[in-house]
């Protein structure tokens, strides 16, 4: 019987690092699905208000932008979900949420410089255009979003205790 006592704190110690698994995977890929979906929903609501029907082109929009939250969702996002700890400042909702969108739009910028001929003019590229906008928006729903799934966790954590 002292046997199986001893192994109490070592399932403990599993069942905390699977639920924080858990947490960093889901949480992470729900907050970018979130994050992306509202920029698509932005561009699809907004032709229906403006009398524009090119909705294969925002297909293909939605598609790109997709391919650039998901890359940004594997490189930056899962990392921080794994490494920074629930009680971190940085998961506050009005602190991830700024987080996410100097985030977005300083990733939006440097795609934007990178991809795009440019003449030596800065404010061809940093400054406010559509895409930085967008990915402004994406960053801060995201990081609102990863803050209040965090808090969430974090709270549920705290009930099981």
Do not use: E
Not at 23 to 36: K, M, N, P, Y
Not at 74 to 80: V, Y
Not at 117 to 145: E, K, M, Q, R, Y
């Amino acid at each position: 019987m002292t046997h199986l006592k001893s192994m109490k704190p070592l399932k403990n110690l599993f069942v905390g690092v699977a639920s924080t698994s858990y947490f960093g995977f889901v949480g992470s890929l729900s907050a970018a699905i979130f994050g992306w979906f509202v920029i698509d929903a932005i561009l699809f609501l907004l032709p229906s208000t403006t009398g524009t029907k090119n909705y294969s082109g925002l297909i293909l929009i939605a598609v790109f932008s997709g391919v650039i939250v998901f890359v940004t969702w594997i490189a930056i996002l899962l990392p921080i979900f794994f490494l920074v700890p629930l009680r971190s400042l940085i998961w506050r909702w009005p602190v991830s949420t700024l987080i996410g969108g100097v985030s977005g739009w300083v990733i939006m910028s440097v795609f934007s410089y990178i991809s795009s001929p440019h003449n030596g003019s800065v404010s061809s590229w940093i400054f406010l255009n559509g895409a930085n906008c967008l990915a402004a928006v994406c960053g801060a729903t995201t990081g609102l979003f990863s803050g209040l799934i965090a808090q969430s966790f974090l709270r549920s954590l705290k009930q099981d205790a």
